[in-house]
Structures are given as C-alpha cells and as structure tokens.
C-alpha cells in the first residue's frame, strides 16, 4: 500500500530528519517549509517512522495538497476525500487547521470548512452522520494552510513525538529530546566513542544518546499512537513490527556521560534516565562545566541561554570560561547549541541557524583543535 506522508521536525533540523527518514525507510523526503518534509513510503512505514524515530515529531498520511482561494474552495476540495473508507461509521472525528500566511479567515473558520466537508460527504456516501469528539477523537484530521497551498491528511502520531513520556522531572528551560537526538546526529557521534553533555540540565542528551545507542524505540508512546485506531491500515501486521522492535532492542556497554552543576537538576536526570530505562548505560555526575577536563571523542550540549544567568556579561563570561577548559582539552567533535551565538568564545568550524518554538539559536560545530 503506498501512503504519502507529510512529517513534521524542528525548524532548522529538515536535513537531520530526510537522513534519518533515509536511513528508516530507504526512501528520499523532499522539502515542504519550515520543519516539514514530503516522502512516498509504504503502509509499514508509518509504524516506523512513529515507533523508532528519533528527530521526527509528527507523521500525517496526506490525503490531499492542492491550491485553494477562500473558505468555498477549501470546503470543495475537502469534499472530494474518500473519508467513507478511512473512517468507520461508528468512530468519531476531530478537524485540527493550522494556517500560515495572510487570509481574511482564520483557523479555526478552516477547521469549520474541512469538518463540514467529512460530516456532508460521509452523509451522503454512507447516510450515517459522523459523531464529532474534539477531546478524544479515533480519527484526527488535520489540515495545513500555507498561503494558498492547502494540505489534508490523517493524523498517524497524536501528540508529537518529541514527548517521549519519559520526563518525570521537569527542567525550567527543557530540551526537546527530538532536538537532542539531532544534535547527536550532527556531531556523527557512534556506539563506540567516549560521549560527554557538561550542561546536562535533566540528561536529555545523555537519555537520547542511550535510547539511540541501544536501539530503543517509543516504549513509552506505543499504545498512544493514533495509528492504532485507523482500522484502514493492516494493524496486525504493524503490531508484528512493533513487536520485532522491541526484540531488537541490544543493552551495550556504553561512555556517556553527563554533568551539572545544579544537584538538584542531576536528580531530575537520574529520575528521568529511570523512567526510560536507560539508567544504567550512562553516568551522570555533579561538575563545573568551566573546571572540567575535557578527554571524551564527542561534546555535546545545550548552553544556558541566560534566562537565570541575567546579563549578557554574565552570560559571555560563563561561555569565555567554558570555551578555554573546552579548547584545552583532547576531543574530536563538539556540538553545541546556543541562543547567544555571538557571545560565544571561538569561531566554529560550521554553524546553522534553527528555531525552537519561537527562540531563534544556532548550532556550532567544532573538530578537534
């Protein structure tokens, strides 16, 4: 069965997520804006993508991408989508809009417009009305408005995937672990080399780095993925997957590491390493990042962006000092993530900019002095 799918990354992160939809599927993603991505699969991809990804948030089977000009054609284009055989007469629906651009409509008129759209069609293919549910319901479509070009799909992950539902502790300025993953994936780290996060505020890093490590996929998410609920899709087969997954799953003598200076924060990743199962492929550990010697192949890490620290001073003084324990140490790769980029102490050696929720950052890349 071939799907088209729509997947959704952090902003900035699109060409960590093609390679590793590459890497899952076998399959090329082309660019579709901002943190989206369009890629032809197979139905089997979609239990993939969902359960063993790692930079990917959402999943959408799309259904429907073609330009549109106001509510009227909105509603016309969303009316000729076979909803009577994706959906079962006794399931319930939800309609999620999201619109980007400049229309005298808003969101919510465009949910309104694509709901209508599935209640009208389903009614008159199948005479039942279908019951609406905008809590919990079985079956979610949702719906992109870029400009004039209009996207419609079913919705295969529910909530993103970068709640991984392993965060019992929460730090005041968490790292998506989608974004942890990727930055990982930038720094090339492998298996066998020596890792280090000095930040490592609630382990988020350390956590993705073991679950990446040992082949861990969406344990906790599992049941809560929406696909399990689109009766349309070869489900028995799907669970035959997620099964294989998990029986891939290989504990391995890891060297990752992370530190804090905050006692209080090392708890929270100790909790948290706990509730994904990882605990005991990682050693977590209480430092100064600025005292630190720095012998490990791979840095990676988070700064702090000086919401507690205060002052730009403050803040450049923290990464100036950091930067000469960090450069007079013996490593191959650093990665480091930053929204104060020009405070940083040293030119990298690449760089790219990326966006998280509305904070604009920029990824520095370093090799070995």
């Not at 901002?34 to 993508?49: K, Q």
């Not at 359960?51 to 000009?69: A, G, I, K, W």
């Not at 100064?288 to 192949?297: F, I």
């Not at 620290?309 to 993530?337: E, H, I, N, T």
């Amino acid at each position: 069965m071939r799907v088209r799918l729509l997947i959704t990354t952090e902003r900035g992160f699109e060409g960590v997520a093609e390679r590793e939809i590459w890497e899952l599927t076998g399959r090329r993603a082309e660019p579709a804006g901002e943190g989206r991505l369009l890629v032809e699969a197979e139905h089997v991809h979609l239990l993939t993508l969902n359960y063993r990804s790692f930079t990917l948030h959402r999943v959408v089977l799309l259904l429907l991408q073609e330009e549109v000009d106001g509510l009227g054609e909105i509603y016309g284009a969303a009316s000729e989508v076979a909803y009577e055989e994706l959906i079962a007469p006794e399931q319930s629906f939800a309609v999620k809009a999201e619109r980007l651009g400049e229309h005298p409509f808003t969101s919510q008129q465009v949910a309104a417009a694509v709901g209508q759209a599935v209640i009208d069609r389903y009614l008159r293919e199948r005479g039942v009305r279908l019951r609406v549910n905008l809590r919990e319901p079985e079956v979610l479509v949702r719906v992109e408005l870029r400009g004039r070009v209009l996207r419609l799909g079913i919705d295969t992950t529910g909530r993103s995937l970068h709640r991984r539902g392993y965060r019992a502790y929460l730090h005041p300025a968490p790292l998506k672990p989608t974004v942890a993953s990727a930055l990982l994936r930038v720094a090339e780290w492998r298996r066998d080399e020596a890792l280090i996060d000095p930040f490592c505020g609630s382990g988020t890093v350390c956590i993705e780095g073991v679950r990446w490590a040992w082949g861990m996929p969406n344990l906790l998410r599992r049941d809560s993925l929406l696909l399990w609920k689109l009766r349309f899709l070869p489900l028995r087969e799907l669970e035959r997957l997620a099964d294989e997954a998990e029986a891939m799953v290989r504990r391995c003598g890891l060297e990752v590491r992370g530190c804090d200076i905050s006692p209080k924060h090392l708890r929270g990743a100790r909790q948290n390493a706990a509730r994904a199962g990882v605990e005991e492929g990682l050693r977590l550990f209480r430092c100064d990042a600025r005292r630190l010697e720095y012998t490990q192949d791979v840095v990676v890490s988070n700064l702090p962006y000086g919401v507690k620290l205060g002052s730009p001073r403050k803040v450049a003084k923290l990464y100036a000092d950091f930067g000469r324990a960090l450069f007079s140490g013996s490593w191959r790769r650093a990665v480091l993530l930053t929204a104060r980029p020009e405070l940083f102490p040293a030119e990298p050696d690449a760089s790219f900019e990326v966006t998280l929720g509305a904070l604009p950052a920029e990824v520095l890349v370093f090799r070995s002095p």
